[in-house]
């Protein structure tokens, strides 16, 4: 598997953390689950950009 090497706030990690925490997975998982949401989401809408994109993103994240 691939690794990405993303930033972001860290107020927005800790709360990352503690939802990964209560659901008892790792925070990657979280956040693998939470992009094939959005792919998911944004192929419903039918916008060709996003789809565009989430194609981009589905074939990283297998």
């Known amino acids: 598997m691939a690794r990405v090497l993303i930033s972001m706030p ?6 990352i953390d503690q939802v990964a925490d209560g659901e008892n997975r790792s925070r990657s998982e979280l956040i693998r689950e939470a992009l ?6 944004q192929r419903i809408k039918g916008n060709t950009g996003a789809m565009q994109n989430a194609d981009m993103l589905e074939t ?3």
Request: proline content about 0%.
């Open 60 to 62: 990283l994240l297998g």
């Open 10 to 15: 860290e107020d927005f990690l800790n709360k």
């Open 36 to 41: 094939r949401t959005y792919i998911y989401r």
